[in-house]
């Protein structure tokens, strides 16, 4: 599977970008799919993830309540509607597949991120 992140761009606080991942090949629908960003200088950070079945999407708190994953299947396309940017959402996004479903709420996965397939990773810049 190969996955391509677009959408990424500057923007200004308090205001929204969507992020879109296209991915190639069948095997899509049957992963888990997330939203990973990464700071230059700093780790990954876990942003958000989905299940196969596109329900249950889960948040980390630095983006609960401003942030939604969503996913259609029959395009092979994972999106994240980012609402109400703040300057610490300036990162790198990546969207990352995985054949098992992962719970990041309750795993810390020893601080890594156990995924399958990653895409190149798209700027997201939130500045005034």
């Known amino acids: 599977v190969q996955l391509v992140e677009s959408g990424g761009d500057l923007v200004q606080p308090g205001g929204s970008l969507r992020l879109s991942c296209a991915a190639s090949?069948?095997?899509?629908?049957?992963?888990?799919m997330s939203w990973v960003r990464q700071v230059q200088g700093e780790g990954p950070e876990w942003v958000s993830g989905i299940n196969s079945g596109g329900d249950n999407p889960t948040y980390s708190g630095a983006v609960k309540g401003r942030f939604t994953i969503s996913r259609d299947n029959a395009k092979n396309t994972l999106y994240l509607q980012m609402d109400s940017l703040k300057p610490e959402d300036t990162a790198i996004y990546y969207c990352?597949?995985?054949?098992?479903?992962?719970?990041?709420?309750?795993?810390?996965?020893?601080?890594?991120?156990?995924?399958?397939?990653w895409g190149q990773g798209t700027q997201v810049t939130v500045s005034s």
């Open positions: 990352a597949g995985s054949e098992q479903e992962l719970d990041h709420l309750n795993d810390d996965f020893g601080g890594a991120l156990p995924y399958d397939y």
């Open positions: 090949g069948s095997a899509f629908g049957d992963l888990y």
